[in-house]
Nanobody
Framework: QVQLVESGGELVQAGGSLGLSCAAF????????MGWFRQAPGKEREFVAT????????YYADSVKGRFTISRDNAKNTVYLQMNSLQSEDTAVYYC????????????????WGQGTQVTVSS
């Protein structure tokens, strides 16, 4: 059973940058693709980004493409999300999740989830 713990969420001004981390415990993430999702108040959870098991392939939602970067360090059992040029629309709880081998934009395919970290962007 892999446990995922997100960190790094905080209040940031529009136009600023923030880095999120997701550390895994109780097992290795090296055979899992990892994804970031987010959920804003009153909205459905939405896909943000995914990276495959070895970091060789990434995929982003159109809304964050060019601003966010997903990466991973399997030696540290950690995945990251670097967020630049933040906008008020990026305010949400951000979740990391794991799916075997190949990433997906569908939350239904992910088998492990973290508890989330709050990102608030003030305009």
């Amino acid at each position: 059973q892999v446990q995922l713990v997100e960190s790094g969420g905080e209040l940031v001004q529009a136009g600023g940058s923030l880095g999120l981390s997701c550390a895994a415990f109780g097992g290795t993430i090296s055979t899992y693709a990892m994804g970031w999702f987010r959920q804003a108040p009153g909205k459905e959870r939405e896909f943000v980004a995914t990276v495959n098991w070895n970091g060789g392939m990434t995929y982003y939602a159109d809304s964050v493409k060019g601003r966010f970067t997903i990466s991973r360090d399997n030696a540290k059992n950690t995945v990251y999300l670097q967020m630049n040029s933040l906008q008020s629309e990026d305010t949400a709880v951000y979740y990391c999740a794991a799916v075997p081998w190949v990433g997906s934009s569908s939350s239904e395919e992910y088998v492990y989830w973290g508890q989330g970290t709050q990102v608030t962007v003030s305009s």
